[in-house]
Every structure is written in C-alpha cells, then in structure tokens.
C-alpha cells in the first residue's frame, strides 16, 4: 500500500496533462495512472482540482541569521508553503553572506531548525574571497550568486565577498566558479552608470522616488549583461542571468544563447505586472533593483515571456520592515529596494493562465521545471514524474482570490503594498512537500524543522 495516494486529479505531469491519480511512497512519487486509483494510507481526493508540481523559487531572500528582524526561515518558509513553493533557493545576502563553509553552517542549520519547506543555498562569489568559492561548493551550494555593483550605502556587511565591481574581479570569479560545474547568476547592472546617475541627480536635489527609475535606465542593465556575456563566453560555464527587466537585455541573452552559449534568462512578476509609475503611487515600497521599467518594455518582456525566450520566473522575495522602507522619506536612494513576493508570485502567473497569455504547461515550466534544471535540482525537484520527491500544490486555476497583506506570512507584511487589492487566480488548496501536507486551506500543519536543506552532495 502506498503512503499517499491523491485522487480525481487533474495532473500537469512531464509527459502531459490527464485526470488520474498520483502515488507515494518513502516521500517520493512511485506511480501515476489514469482510472480507478489504488489505496493509501492516506489518500486526498482532490475532487477535480489541479495538481502541479511544487514551486521551485529560484531567487529568494531570507536573509536569516543576519536580517532576523526582517525574515525568519520560519516566517519565510511558511510564505513559501503558502504561495505554493516547496524548494527556495535562497540568495546570499546575510550577515555576512555564504562565501565560505564557515559562514554557510549557520544558514544550513537554522533552515534544519526552522524551514517547513526545502532549501537549497547559493554561495557568495565576489573579488573578495576568492580562494574560498571552491570551497564553498565543496560545502553543497547549488550555485553561485555575484553582484557587479559596489555594496549598498550602510549594507557593507551583508555585501562581503559578494561583489565584483571591476572587470578584472568579475573575471576572476567566473574563471573561480567555472572550476566548480555550477551555475553562476549574476545581478546585472552598470556600477559607473547607476553610481554616477544617482550621484548627478542628488546634486540637482532630485531624490523623489521618480530619481529612483531615472538613476538606474535599461542601459545600465543592457550594458551589464552585455559584460556578463562577453566574459562568459570567454570562460566557459553557465551564466544565470537574475531578474532581467529590459527585452534588450533578453535580446542580447537569446543572441548568445544561439550561439551556443549555456544561459538562463529569468524574470519576475513586477517586470511583467508594474510600470515605474508605481513608483509615484508607492514610493520606496514600489523601488526595487533593477527598476521598474515603461509600458513598452513590459509588453516586451511579456512577448520574450510568452515565446519560451525567457526561461524562469522568481519572486526577488526581499523583506524589509515599514519603518527601513520609511526611514528617509526625503531620499529615494537611501530607501532598501525589494519587496515580498513568495506569496503572489504563483497567483500571479496563473492570472496570466487565466487572462490566456501563456498556458498552464508554460506557467509550470516557468515556476518550476526550469529553475530545477538551472540549478542541477531536476529531476529530483520541479516536476511530477515518477522517481521525484512528491512536491505538489493542489489549486484551482479557475477561480480568484483577492491579495490581502494582512494574512500574509512574512515578516514583511507591511511593505506588500505593490499588489495589495489585486485579483489573482489559482487559489492553493494545499502544498504538499515529499508526500506531507505543509499547507492545508490557509493553515500551516508541519513543524518547524520539516524543511530539509538540499544539498548537491546530497545529504
């Protein structure tokens, strides 16, 4: 008999769509099948709702021990399991960040004290630090993470070992992470241009949140990636390109791609949702990096999503609290940029399902096939097929529900202002994560400490 056995399902498995049922044993899919279902000893009838595979984020930021006033791996994995990921992978901006095994363990053993979902951890890579990348994937990250920008004005701290602000440093870490195998993702933007643009624009006392967009164009991105490539291509490896803003960009990205280079191209839900006009309505809790672009670049950026150019879709889950966001109302630029996004971010793709842009196969690759194969986690995680963990969300794609930051489970409630109100579509019945149901109808009903830390040694 099996442990688990979902039933009267519509399942968006590898190898199609069909009405069945779905079996597990040992925390692992063991069957699947149309018709009547076999017995478990514990069984769900999903009653016609949807199953797709848990939600592989590929771009989160908990930031636990170092921002525990801002996130926890408790409040953050609940988030997690309510907006239907089962696997984050979590970014390393901490204090300090992951840039070596030593400054890895702690965020490896409070994901085993805290999480309810699984994590998995990319490591710091920067100019600093460099005889300790290898090391690093040696300790079980999944990949790499560098910024081409200095440190943010006062986050010094949460920024070692995690910049490459030369060429000449970001050469070095590339030819560093080539060594490993793994994936390198790169924030892409211009350090002199978004430097110099924020510095002419304090002096002309322009700093309202408008000056946030002016100081960071589509040139600044377009011309980091254009780098990023370039050296990327000379080295060697994969190059993961995080929360691309701008179809240039994406462009340049493809180019490459056909040339043979190895590229992921991902994107978020406020580059395809917002406009910088959210900025004049929100101010601080609308800025994030890059900025929020025109309305011509997000239709765009919808047609390269639409088309399969654009490989994956992250939340940029940032957490602040309302009194960072507010703290110098005067300066746009000394506001923290990011906002939650781990509990709209799966709605919000399937609004798309529902509004016909793109459909349910390409929301799922989208969501979580293609961040799993981007970072070595497939097949293991990100789709349903026989042999994966039995990660699925149960939800009906046709039906809405209404954003309310209020309930939400992050520690940063306050500043989820940006989609607050907001129609979205699939509401999630339950997330269900190596066969054990984490989320049940806006409940949490596992532990801390159920989340389990995914490892590239597998342990």
């Not at 930021?61 to 609940?78: K, N, Q, S």
């Not at 701290?157 to 560093?176: H, I, P, R, W």
């Not at 892409?188 to 960071?216: C, F, Q, W, Y």
């Not at 929301?363 to 293609?370: C, I, P, T």
């Amino acid at each position: 008999m099996y442990d688990l056995v979902i039933k009267n399902a519509k399942i968006v498995s590898e190898n199609g769509t069909f009405y069945g049922w779905a079996a597990v044993s040992g925390g692992r899919i063991a069957a699947l099948g149309e018709g009547s279902a076999p017995a478990g000893t514990k069984e769900i009838d999903a009653k016609g709702l949807t199953l797709l595979p848990g939600g592989v984020d590929p771009h989160v930021h908990i930031r636990y021990p170092g921002g525990a006033h801002r996130e926890t791996f408790v409040t953050g994995t609940r988030a997690a399991a309510a907006g239907g990921v089962t696997t984050v992978i979590e970014h390393p901006i901490s204090t300090p960040p992951q840039y070596s095994p030593e400054t890895l363990q702690p965020r490896i053993d409070a994901v085993r004290e805290q999480a309810v979902v699984d994590v998995a951890f990319l490591g710091a890579a920067g100019g600093a630090h460099l005889d300790d990348i290898g090391r690093v994937a040696a300790a079980g990250v999944v990949g790499y993470k560098t910024f081409l920008h200095a440190a943010p004005e006062g986050r010094e701290k949460e920024f070692e070992g995690l910049t490459s602000a030369t060429n000449y440093d970001l050469l070095k870490v590339m030819e560093e992470v080539k060594k490993t195998g793994l994936p390198m993702a790169a924030h892409g933007e211009d350090n002199d241009l978004v430097a110099g643009g924020i510095a002419a624009l304090r002096k002309e006392g322009d700093m309202g949140p408008m000056a946030h967009a002016r100081s960071r164009p589509a040139l600044a991105e377009t011309m980091a990636v254009d780098r990023l490539i370039r050296i990327a291509e000379t080295v060697g490896g994969d190059l993961y390109l995080v929360h691309i803003s701008t179809p240039e960009a994406v462009a340049a990205a493809k180019a490459a791609r056909e040339r043979g280079m190895k590229i992921w191209i991902e994107t978020c839900p406020q580059y395809l949702y917002l406009t910088e006009e959210a900025l004049e309505q929100f101010g601080p809790y609308a800025k994030c990096n890059p900025a929020l672009r025109d309305r011509a670049r997000v239709e765009q950026m919808w047609a390269y999503t639409m088309d399969g150019t654009i490989d994956t879709v992250g939340s940029d889950h940032a957490p602040f609290t309302k009194e960072e966001k507010e703290k110098n109302p005067q300066d746009i630029f000394l506001a923290p940029a990011g906002f939650p996004g781990l509990e709209t971010r799966h709605g919000l793709m399937m609004k798309a399902v529902r509004d016909g842009r793109i459909s349910l196969e390409r929301a799922v690759e989208l969501l979580s096939v293609n961040p799993a194969k981007a970072y070595g986690l497939y097949p293991q995680k990100g789709a349903i097929r026989v042999g994966a963990d039995a990660d699925f969300i149960l939800c009906a794609p046709e039906e809405t529900w209404i954003v309310d930051a209020s309930k939400m489970e992050t520690m940063s409630r306050d500043t989820a202002k940006v989609f607050e109100g907001w129609e979205l579509a699939a509401p999630i019945s339950k997330t269900i994560v190596r066969g054990e149901v984490v989320w049940d109808e806006g409940e949490c009903k596992v532990e801390p400490g159920f989340g389990r830390w995914v490892s590239k040694r597998g342990d």
